[in-house]
């Protein structure tokens, strides 16, 4: 029996680690290998380090809003894989593991920030106007915080300069655009998914986990 319990103990942070990082890096990969060579060619004024549609962000607000101080352990493989892939090879090493760092733990922090003053039963009703409210400032407040601390990453360059402000509005843009893409395909998954919307797994404030039932729906 203690076996077992170990066993599940362990297999559910790896299966949310796997899930997770799959999850990441297919986005990092749909992003450069489709969205950023269509921005190439049809938008040609935005910083070549931009992307208007920047669908690993996305992810990862999702992720941390759901898992919140355990999302940096969970998206780890997933940030160093796509950092592997589409590493800029002008960093330096110290850079990109700043980079990734920015990447993975800003927005984790925020929403645990939001969680200390905030109510934290917020996750289990998505329905309710708060919560989506919450992920969407939390998203926001994350997008401008990494933008602005990547960009000082990589160009050692002062924030409030004419050109600086520029290409971190348009990292904003991305950013807030590809959340709301992905936000908006998994609406439409578990819409178009009724099984997998009653079998999801919501994590409570207390990192409990219990298994939504569709009875949950005929409760008052």
Known sequence: MTSGRLSEKFSEPLSKMFCHSVFLIGSIVLTGE???????????????????????????????????????????????AGCFLYCDTTLTAVKLIGIMAVN?????????????????????????????????????????????????IQHDQEFLCEHSIDIVMQHIIGYMIGMVAVLGALILLFRFSPRLCRTTRVATCNHKIRRKHSSDTDEP
């Open 104 to 152: 993975i733990y800003t927005a984790p922090a925020i929403f645990c920030l939001l969680d200390w003053s905030t109510l934290c039963n917020r996750r289990e009703d998505m329905l309710h106007p708060r919560a989506w409210r919450i992920l969407i400032l939390g998203g926001f407040v994350s997008s401008l915080v990494t933008s602005l601390l990547i960009h000082r």
């Open 34 to 80: 489709l969205l950023l060579p269509l921005q190439i060619n049809f938008v040609t004024n935005l910083s070549p380090t931009s992307s208007i549609v920047f669908l690993p962000f996305g992810i990862i607000v999702i992720v941390s809003f759901f898992e919140g101080k355990h999302a940096p352990l969970y998206l780890l493989p997933g940030t160093i």
